[in-house]
């Protein structure tokens, strides 16, 4: 998070495309992987996320994702952070990587 803001600080936006279409990684599936984007990855004005939530979807959803940020509908002035609680636990990456390795070991 603290990379995040750093960036966000300096008007760098920072948007998502989290894939939650499925596959065989069935170990790294997040069923609310868009809330995970929305929590711990996005920030800077304007941001948004945008799931796929299947690969038949993947293509129309990079299109849209370039067009938007092409657009840049963003407001002339960053709002004011924000600083509010995450309801999601952005470590869960590195929680479900350490778990892997103690297991591997």
Not at 62 to 81: S, W
Request: charge should be neutral; glycine fraction near 10%.
């Amino acid at each position: 998070l603290a990379a995040r803001d750093r960036v966000t600080a300096e008007g760098i936006t920072i948007n998502g495309l989290p894939v939650m279409a499925g596959g065989r990684d069935v170990i790294w599936h997040l069923p609310d992987l868009d809330l995970y984007y929305r929590d711990c990855v996005i920030g800077g004005p304007g941001a948004f996320v945008l799931p796929v939530r299947g690969w038949e979807n993947f293509g129309d959803s990079i299109r849209r994702k370039l067009v938007l940020e092409i657009a840049d509908t963003r407001p002339a002035a960053p709002p004011e952070r924000l600083h509010r609680a995450s309801a999601y636990d952005c470590l869960i990456g590195e929680k479900i990587l350490n778990r892997m390795r103690q297991r591997d070991n």
